[in-house]
């Protein structure tokens, strides 16, 4: 587990040289992502790894101990996925992992559009959900699962939606951002090669939020990618309702351990008033320690878009329901 979060930290020399190629670095005048799509929450335990994959993030690949994402064709207001097993055939039974058997993220390939939903599964092995895809452009999916008697895994594929493309500048770093009415502080930060607790902490109108509802088995789910190539990050909550410890609010803390610098975009479901919300920071991490293990790129400390003072506050729209 240690190994596997550890690694599924950010490698800046990574994002440097895909950065490049997505564009996401070439524009300095970050702006707000006024219409992103966000929805549901997302920290999902990992198991424990073989040698070879341990030393990958999650999501990168398409397939993994045999297991293979498979979109299937849909109408455009749906998309649909199966997993194939080692077996060749569709996947149909699945582990319920935090309140979910399977866990569908989507961000295009800038971090925009961010989306957690909750796929519906057939008897044939065919996942599908009204699509969260919000228009054109190259999208990441990544699905999360424990397929019954397997290790969880998360699989990711590319996904186009064609048509006219623009592009989003990654929001500048940011340590408060507002999403429907609520104010969201981010403390601590993920510090490359240790395991780090940051803080997310809700307020609405000045005052703390002392109510938080669980969501998906804890009062915040994190999922953070990595600028680049979207590695997808598990991070996990320090501690869930009803331990005697963790209380609902104003703050969550999660720990996350991270190898090396890089800029990566934070994305936190919340819910309060029957409603999830999500908030997103974007995050650069410091130059690693002496002797850390880095990238085949030098760190460099710092987000290409470098600060700006308009970044960071971009609105989530109200999440999806959870099914
Ligand atoms: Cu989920």
Known sequence: MRTVTRLAGFVVGLAAVFGATYGVGRLVDPAPVADSRHDGGAVHATGEHDEATDRLPGGLLVSDRG????????????????????????????????????????????????????????????????????????????????????EPLTLGVDVTVPGELTERPLPAPATSTTVDGYTVTLTGAPTPGRTSPFTLTVNRDGQPVTDLEPYLGAYGHLVALRRGDLAYLHVHPDGTPGDGRTQPGPAVTFLAEVPSAGSYRLYLDFRHGGTVHTAEFTV???????????????PTGGDPSGPAPTGGADHGTPGHGHN
Do not use: C, N
């Open 67 to 150: 297991y293979t994402l498979e979109p299937v064709d849909a109408p455009a207001d749906e998309f649909a996925f199966r997993v194939t097993g080692p077996d060749g055939r569709p996947v149909t039974r699945y582990d319920v992992a935090h309140d979910k058997r399977m866990h569908l993220i989507v961000a295009r390939r800038d971090l925009s559009g961010f989306r957690h939903v909750h796929p519906d599964l057939a008897p044939d092995g065919t996942w599908r959900v009204d699509t969260p895809l919000a228009g054109p452009g190259q999208w990441r999916a990544f699905a999360d699962f424990t397929p019954t008697g397997g």
């Open 284 to 298: 650069v991490t410091g130059t690693p320690p002496a002797g850390t293990p880095t990238a085949d790129a030098p």
